[in-house]
C-alpha cells in the first residue's frame, strides 16, 4: 500500500490557478493528488517526482452527462483524476505540447463569469438576508448581534472573491 500524506491549504473558488500551481509544485516533490476532500484537505500518495500539470474545470450538473467533453479532453491527452463539489480535476504531463484547457481569453473569460454566476450569487442574496434581518431587530437582541456579525463576516467574503475574480479576469 502507498504512503499517503495529508497537507492543508485554503483557496477561494477563483483561486484555482493558484491551486493548480500548488498541485504541480507538490507533484514536483513527489507528492500526487490523490483526493481533496474538504476545501483546504489534500491527500496525496508519495511516489516519485515528475512534472505534472493540473487544471481545474468548472462543471455542474450538466458536466455529468457530457461524454462528448469528456472524450475530447481525454483524446488531447487529459486524464480525469476526479471530481470535488462541482470542479472537475485534470493532469497531463507538463512536457505535452498543450496544458492549457482554454484555446483562447475568451473561453477563459466565459468559464470565470460562469464561475462568478454559480457562486457569487447566492452569497449576495445571503448577505442581503442578514442586512434586512440586521436593520429589523431593535438592537438590544442578540439576533442584532448574530446577523451584524454573520453580514460582515459574507462582506468580507464577497470582497476576498470580487478581488480574486478581478485578479484572474486580469491575468487572462
Known sequence: MAKTVRK?????????????????????????????????????????????????????????RDEEYKEMLKENGWEYVFEFAEFVYYRKSADAENTELFSD???????????????????????????????????????HYFTFGASAVYLILMFVLIKDYIRLKNRS
Not at 36 to 58: A, H, M, N, Q, S
Not at 114 to 127: D, E, G, H, K, Y
Open 105 to 143: 481569453r475568451e473561453s477563459r473569460l466565459e468559464y470565470l463569469k460562469s464561475v462568478a454566476r454559480r457562486r457569487m450569487l447566492p452569497l449576495l442574496l445571503i448577505t442581503i438576508f442578514f442586512w434586512i434581518m440586521h436593520f429589523s431587530y431593535p438592537s438590544y437582541t442578540s439576533a
Open 8 to 64: 492543508y491549504k485554503f483557496f477561494t473558488i477563483f483561486q484555482y490557478d493558484l491551486e493548480e500551481e500548488y498541485l504541480r509544485e507538490m507533484t514536483n516533490k513527489g507528492l500526487h493528488l490523490k483526493s481533496v476532500i474538504f476545501p483546504g484537505k489534500y491527500t496525496f500518495e508519495v511516489g516519485e517526482p515528475k512534472d505534472i500539470v493540473y487544471r481545474l474545470d468548472y462543471k455542474g450538473e450538466k458536466y455529468k
